[in-house]
């Protein structure tokens, strides 16, 4: 079992924008993704669910794009 995480990272613009670039493409092919966060290799598998999220709190505002998926082997 993996230890639990929460990490947010920040990247420049040019990374971002490679980033989703390379998931928009594993997307589209139906193709598993694969991404370094902070110094982890993570691999999302293909039956991942993508779903894209908005919070408003006040005056600030946020959208996340989202991967979901479980590691149980049933």
């Not at 670039?21 to 110094?39: K, M, S, V």
């Amino acid at each position: 079992m993996k230890n639990d995480r929460d990490i947010e990272k920040e990247y420049p613009i040019s990374e971002s924008v490679a980033k989703l670039r390379r998931l928009a493409d594993a997307l589209e092919n139906g193709e598993p993704f694969e991404i370094q966060i902070d110094g982890e290799r993570v691999y999302v598998p293909v039956h991942a669910v993508f779903n894209i999220e908005h919070e408003r709190d006040g005056d600030e505002e946020e959208i996340e794009f989202q991967l979901k998926w479980s590691n149980t082997k049933s």
